[in-house]
C-alpha cells in the first residue's frame, strides 16, 4: 500500500513539474507576441 501512495506521489510531483514548466513556456512566448505587437 504504502508503495503505490510513493508512486503516486511521484507521479503528481511529475505532472506539478510539467505543468510549471509549460506555464514558463506559454508565458514566454506571450512575452515574445507581445514584444513583437510593438514592434
Do not use: P, Y
Not at 18 to 37: C, N
Amino acid at each position: 500500500m504504502r508503495s503505490t501512495a510513493d508512486i503516486s506521489l511521484k507521479w503528481n510531483d511529475i505532472r506539478n513539474a510539467d505543468i510549471t514548466k509549460l506555464g514558463d513556456i506559454t508565458s514566454f512566448h506571450g512575452k515574445e507576441a507581445r514584444q513583437r505587437w510593438k514592434r
